[in-house]
């Protein structure tokens, strides 16, 4: 193991794989393999074996999934909308290229169409081959991989897409506009007159403002928003926040959830929403 970016490191004989959560705070994991490491025109892509979380996607440094808790998070983008809309046919999914999105939402039997539109094929090229316990087998052929930016791939949809998700890094690199109103309002745009998306807005603890500013776009822009919480290790400060906007429908149907989650069930679907009071605090002053 040489010549690896310098968040990959050899400390007295083990590897590490050291990541900045923020300027003054970094996570360390202790690493047994490195799977693969590959640079794209987008980033730096590492798949590593870690001891307590097994295979974790690594982009520039941050992780981004593993075999562990991956599922949390990819459960949770997924079934809240797909419990909400009573009839989601088109599923427009913006990033997402480890597949486990996508994988959740085709559980879904009414759902007729995937399109994911990740910017870097090298991610799902990578994670279909080294992460198989996130991406899973996935050859659905409901399935279309669209490799191109989200930001301008949104910007000539009309009226289309019932769920949008959107699956993105943290706002810095190719994912910064993917924060941004500008991108809302095209989403907005993209979706039918009843549809609703979900985006994940951060940490509530180390990134309220993106919390609150996702919060305030949304708001302005659908009838209805709401943020919805859960909880994932491996992600700045553990406990991570997602933002619904819908033109029409509210209501969780707890019922159309299907059968084969690990982390999602009827309760968790009715209770996500219930926000503890300082986020709910913070939240209404936005
Ligand atoms: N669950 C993860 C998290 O919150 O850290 C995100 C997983 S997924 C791997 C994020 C994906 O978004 C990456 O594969 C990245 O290439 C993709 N991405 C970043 N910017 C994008 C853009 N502008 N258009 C489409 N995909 C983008």
């Not at 794989?17 to 923020?22: A, G, K, N, Q, S």
């Not at 074996?49 to 593993?66: H, P």
């Not at 409901?142 to 699956?167: A, M, P, S, T």
């Amino acid at each position: 193991m040489s010549n690896y970016p310098e968040y990959l490191q050899k400390i007295n004989g083990e590897w590490w794989l050291i990541e900045d959560e923020r300027e003054n705070m970094k996570v360390s994991y202790r690493i047994k393999d490195v799977i693969i490491s590959e640079s794209s025109p987008f980033q730096q892509l590492m798949i590593l074996d870690s001891y307590d979380f097994g295979r974790m996607l690594v982009l520039d440094g941050a992780v981004q999934t593993t075999s562990i808790d991956g599922h949390i998070y990819n459960e949770m983008i997924s079934h809240v909308p797909l419990c909400i809309h009573p009839n989601p046919k088109r599923v427009l999914i913006i990033g997402g290229g480890d597949c486990g999105v996508a994988r959740e939402v085709a559980k879904y039997d009414q759902v007729e169409q995937i399109d994911m539109v990740e910017i870097d094929e090298a991610v799902v090229r990578l994670c279909k081959e080294h992460l198989p316990e996130v991406s899973g087998n996935l050859s659905d052929p409901r399935v279309h991989f669209i490799y191109k930016d989200g930001i301008q791939f949104v910007k000539e949809v009309e009226d289309f897409y019932d769920v949008i998700i959107v699956d993105s890094s943290d706002p810095v690199g190719p994912a910064v506009q993917l924060f941004e109103k500008s991108f809302y309002e095209n989403i907005h745009r993209a979706l039918k007159t009843d549809g609703l998306m979900v985006c994940q807005s951060q940490s509530p603890l180390f990134h309220q403002h993106v919390t609150k500013q996702t919060l305030t776009h949304i708001d302005q822009l659908f009838e209805h928003s709401q943020v919805y919480i859960t909880t994932v290790p491996t992600y700045p400060g553990g406990f991570w926040s997602f933002t619904l906007g819908s033109k029409k429908y509210t209501e969780v149907y707890p019922q159309s959830l299907v059968k084969q989650t690990q982390f999602v069930n009827q309760e968790v679907l009715q209770h996500c929403f219930e926000l503890p009071e300082f986020l709910r605090r913070e939240l209404q002053k936005t």
